[in-house]
């Protein structure tokens, strides 16, 4: 049996001590090494690398979450102290700093849930007090802020324009090790079903990623930001070269969410949809099965005001083609409220474009 991992390396159970203290990508660019003629990435790595931090996380033990551990009938009887003695817990992620001037982070949700306190580690071995900015579980990500002082940021890439096959590698806190550096390629797009948590386009890498690789980032050879590492498909908890990103679109489009509202209004245009298969886009009139079918149209929404109805297909939003129903779900629901639409839509071997205006879940 495989099992989807979040990738936050817990370091020990019980911690005693409080803390006080848009870019395609390009190909790959090697340099030579020592002695000339070595294949490197090593200079793409000097800048990209202090851009990824260690992230330290306090966080709520479970006693505390148990409502029985605060009654005093309860600790009576299994002979536990009159007081609650649970203590915090560390665990340990990673993050990247993507805005160098207000010290933004990116990092994953399950990172930093019940956070209590983060400290952030940079490269060069500075800790930092980290303040959570915001968090959106549906899409696994969180922004945390820390000061802006002599940081460097990550640029980030285009991930709509990635490929299977082009090179990566993931940058992140393996086992609370330290900086490790791994590569691969792009296995697959667009996976998503992996879970039933929220929104999911992810990006497959086989570039080696394991537990404390969460909030990492995985980087094409140019040195942008293609997405961030958030889970492994893993029968024993380790890696077998399946590796999940959020990419970074998804990522941009929360991170501006939570730093202006705190956190994500889902976008919504009232239509249920499905994928297509070639069966159905046969009966539809249709050449291929490209897009997300409408099965049905909410009243008063703004997909009935735009004209949409049962059997349309929506093949492109905003000149952008739309792979399938999750391809399209996730970007009206990440689609600010209020923010106006054009839908290429397909139905009986025909084309038309027509204007949405999205609202608020």
């Not at 908890?237 to 990103?245: C, D, K, L, P, Q």
């Not at 490209?290 to 939003?317: C, F, H, N």
């Not at 399209?328 to 027509?354: A, D, K, M, W």
């Amino acid at each position: 049996m495989f099992a989807l991992i979040r990738l936050i390396k817990p370091l020990i159970i019980v911690f005693t001590v409080s803390l006080l203290a848009g870019a395609s990508p390009a190909q790959a660019q090697f340099a030579p090494g020592i002695g000339g003629g070595v294949p490197t990435l090593a200079p793409m790595l000097d800048k990209v690398t202090p851009a990824v931090v260690n992230i330290s996380v306090v966080s709520q033990a479970p006693e505390e979450d148990n409502p029985l551990y605060s009654d005093p009938y309860f600790r009576r009887y299994f002979n536990l102290p009159d007081q609650p003695q649970a203590e915090p817990r560390l665990s340990a992620g990673s993050g990247v700093i993507v805005d160098a001037t207000r010290g933004y982070v990116l990092t994953n949700h399950h990172v930093v849930a019940n956070a209590r306190k983060i400290l952030v580690t940079l490269k060069d071995g500075r800790g930092l007090d980290a303040k959570l900015v915001g968090s959106d579980k549906g899409t696994d990500i969180a922004v945390l802020q820390i000061p802006a002082r002599n940081l460097t940021g990550l640029p980030f890439g285009d991930s709509d324009a990635l490929r299977v096959g082009d090179y990566v590698v993931a940058i992140g806190n393996p086992f609370g090790l330290g900086q490790t550096v791994t590569s691969g390629i792009v296995s697959a797009l667009g996976r998503s079903g992996l879970s039933h948590e929220g929104y999911e386009d992810f990006i497959q890498t086989d570039a080696s990623i394991n537990p404390g690789n969460s909030g990492g980032a995985l980087v094409t050879f140019d040195g942008r930001l293609a997405g961030i590492n958030s889970a492994i498909l893993s029968p024993a908890g380790g890696n077998i070269g399946i590796g999940f990103a959020v990419p970074s679109k998804i990522a941009r489009l929360v991170m501006t969410q939570l730093i202006q509202h705190g956190e994500v209004v889902r976008g919504k245009l009232g239509v249920a949809i499905q994928d297509i298969d070639s069966d159905m886009a046969a009966s539809l009139g249709l050449d291929d099965a490209r897009g997300a079918l409408i099965a049905a149209v909410e009243t008063g929404s703004p997909a009935a005001g735009a004209g949409l109805k049962p059997g349309d297909v929506v093949a492109a939003v905003d000149g952008r083609p739309v792979t399938g129903a999750a391809d399209l779900r996730n970007r009206i629901g990440l689609t600010p409220v209020g923010s106006q639409i054009e839908l290429t839509v397909r139905s009986s071997g025909s084309e038309r474009t027509v204007k949405a205006r999205v609202s608020g879940s």
